[in-house]
C-alpha cells in the first residue's frame, strides 16, 4: 500500500493498516472435526480448547452431566465451536452416543483423542486388587483401543489421525502408582502397533507423554510440601507442567503438519528423562 504524502505514521497507525492488508493467517486444523475423550477438566480440556483455537469444531465429554456443561458454557463463551454430551469411556453406549452425537453436529471426525487416564490404586504394585488392576486396564487402555475400532470407518473417511495420552511413567515405572505406569506403558505398545495397521488406511496414530502437570489427578500428593520439593528437584525446568502446555503438542500432532509422523509417542516432561 502507499501511504499518503504527509500524513503522519504512528505505529499505530502502520499496524492497523498492515493488518488490514495483510491476509489472514489460516487456522491450523480448520474444516476439522475431533473428540476428547475426558475433556471436562485438565488436560482434556486445555487440549479441546487448543484444537478448537486452531479452529476444528470438537466434541467434548466426561462422565458427569454438570462438569459437561459447565465446560461447554465456558469454551462457547470464547467463541469456540463446541458441543458435548456424557461419555464414561469404559461404557459402550456412552461412545456409540459421543461418536453419534458428533456425526449428527458435525458429519465427519477427523481427529480422536484417547485422553482417558485413571489412577485408583496408591500403594505397592503388589498389593494391587484384581479389581483395580481391571479398573485402570479397562479405562486407561482397552475403551481407547475400542474407541479406534468404532470410530475407524469414520477416520478412515477422512485419512483421520488418533492421540493417546501415555505419560512419563511409562518409561519408568513410578512407585506406589505401578498398576496406572504399566497401563500408560502398554499405551506405548498401543500406539506403535496401531500406527502399523492403520498407516496403509491412511490414518495418523501417535501419543503424548506428559510429566507432572498440575491437575486434579495429582492435586493430593502435590500437596504435601516435602513430597512437592523432592518432585521439583527432578525436574530440570523446576516447575511443574500447566494442562495448557500439552495442547500445542496435541494441535501440531493434528494438523498437516505432522503428516508424516506416526507411531511416536513426544515427551513433555520439563526435561525429565524418560527413555527406555
Ligand atoms: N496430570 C498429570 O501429571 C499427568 C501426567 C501424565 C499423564 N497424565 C494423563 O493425562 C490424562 C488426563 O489427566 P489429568 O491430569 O488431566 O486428569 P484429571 O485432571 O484428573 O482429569 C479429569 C477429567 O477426566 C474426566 N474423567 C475421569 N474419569 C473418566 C472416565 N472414566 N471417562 C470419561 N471421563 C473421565 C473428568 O470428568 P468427570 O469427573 O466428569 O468424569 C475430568 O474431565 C490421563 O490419561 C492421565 O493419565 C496426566
Known amino acids: 500500500f502507499r501511504l499518503k504524502k504527509h500524513k503522519k505514521i504512528t505505529k499505530k497507525s502502520l499496524a492497523s493498516k498492515l493488518q488490514t492488508k495483510m491476509p489472514q493467517i489460516s487456522k491450523r486444523l480448520e474444516g476439522k472435526v475431533a473428540i476428547v475423550t475426558a475433556s471436562t477438566a485438565g488436560i482434556g480440556y486445555a487440549i479441546a480448547e487448543g484444537l478448537a483455537e486452531n479452529g476444528a469444531k470438537v466434541v467434548i465429554s466426561s462422565r458427569k452431566e454438570t462438569n459437561v456443561e459447565e465446560a461447554l458454557q465456558q469454551l462457547k463463551s470464547k467463541g469456540l465451536d463446541v458441543s458435548g454430551c456424557v461419555c464414561h469411556v469404559g461404557k459402550t453406549e456412552d461412545r456409540a452416543k459421543l461418536l453419534e452425537l458428533t456425526l449428527k453436529q458435525y458429519g465427519q471426525l477427523d481427529i480422536l483423542v484417547n485422553n482417558a487416564g485413571i489412577s485408583p490404586a496408591f500403594g505397592p504394585l503388589l498389593k494391587t486388587t484384581s479389581e483395580q ?9 482397552k475403551a481407547g483401543f475400542q474407541f479406534v475400532q468404532e470410530a475407524m470407518p469414520h477416520l478412515q473417511q477422512t485419512n483421520g489421525s488418533v492421540i493417546f495420552n501415555s505419560s512419563m511413567a511409562a518409561y519408568n515405572p513410578i512407585q506406589m502408582i ?3 505406569s504399566i497401563s500408560k506403558t502398554a499405551i506405548l505398545g498401543l500406539v506403535k502397533a496401531l500406527a502399523s495397521e492403520c498407516g496403509p488406511m491412511g490414518i495418523r496414530v501417535n501419543g503424548i507423554a506428559p510429566g507432572v ?6 492435586e493430593m500428593p502435590l500437596s504435601n510440601d516435602a513430597y512437592r520439593e523432592q518432585v521439583l528437584k527432578t525436574i530440570p525446568l523446576n516447575r511443574f507442567g500447566k494442562p495448557s502446555e500439552l495442547a500445542g503438542l496435541a494441535v501440531f500432532l493434528s494438523s498437516d503438519e505432522a503428516s508424516y509422523i506416526t507411531g511416536e509417542t513426544i515427551m513433555v516432561t520439563g526435561g525429565v ?3 527406555l
Not at 488392576?133 to 487402555?141: A, H, Y
Open 133 to 141: 488392576w481391571d479398573k485402570i486396564f479397562s479405562v486407561n487402555v
Open 178 to 180: 505401578g498398576a496406572y
Open 213 to 218: 502437570i498440575e491437575t486434579q489427578m495429582n
Open 273 to 275: 528423562h524418560s527413555r
